[in-house]
Each structure stands twice: as C-alpha cells, then as structure tokens.
C-alpha cells in the first residue's frame, strides 16, 4: 500500500502562481507514474500533469506552457502552477499508477486551488 500526502492550494488571482507538492510513502521499486488529476464543479475529473519513473512528462493542453511538473526527490512530485485562470480552479488530486506485477492505482485526499479576484 501507497499514502499519497499533498500540500499546497489555496486562493490564488488569475494571473498569479501557485505550486503543489505530493509526497509518496514509500519507493516504487517498479515502473510508475505519478501525477496530477482536477475536478471542477459539475465536471469529470480530469488529467493535469504526469511524470513517469524515468522522467518523461505530460500535460493537458489547456495547461501546456503554463504548469510544470517535476520531480523535488525520488518520493516528492510538485507541480509548479502558473498564470492562474478562474478555469483552473478545482480539486486537484495525486495520482500514483504502479504498473508491473506491483501493479496499483492510488489517490490523493486532493487539495482545493481557486483562482478569483
């Protein structure tokens, strides 16, 4: 089992920046990915950033150019958040994705930004 503890969020203005931490528990000793998810009222949740364990990444294109994810220590993932829109708010969650004979799915408790003036 995987704990996924995340920190950071909180009321930003658009424009402004933001950064998230997630921290896993333990070493992966197999392949993953790890990343971040978001829901927004009345959406579906859906795909930010991720970052596989020999770093490659990905974003959402509504995202690309603007958030950076990266990894701070081997169990630590930020994702650095930039010019905030009011459409970036939402729940963001961490996802880790073990894969492999490991294989596992785990999820953040997720942590509130909301972009206003």
């Known amino acids: 089992q995987v704990q996924l503890v995340e920190s950071g969020g909180g009321l930003a203005q658009p424009g402004g920046s933001q950064r998230l931490s997630c921290t896993k528990s333990r070493s992966i000793p197999s392949a993953y990915v790890m990343g971040w998810h978001r829901q927004a009222p009345g959406k579906q949740r859906e795909l930010v950033a991720t970052?596989?364990?020999?770093?490659?990444t990905n974003y959402a294109d509504s995202v690309k150019g603007r958030f950076t994810i990266s990894r701070a220590t081997s169990n630590t993932v930020y994702l650095q958040m930039g010019s905030l829109k009011p459409e970036d708010t939402a729940i963001y969650y961490c996802n880790l994705v073990v894969l492999g004979t490991s294989r596992g799915d785990y999820w953040g408790q997720g942590t509130q930004v909301t972009v206003s003036s």
């Open positions: 970052i596989t364990s020999d770093g490659s």
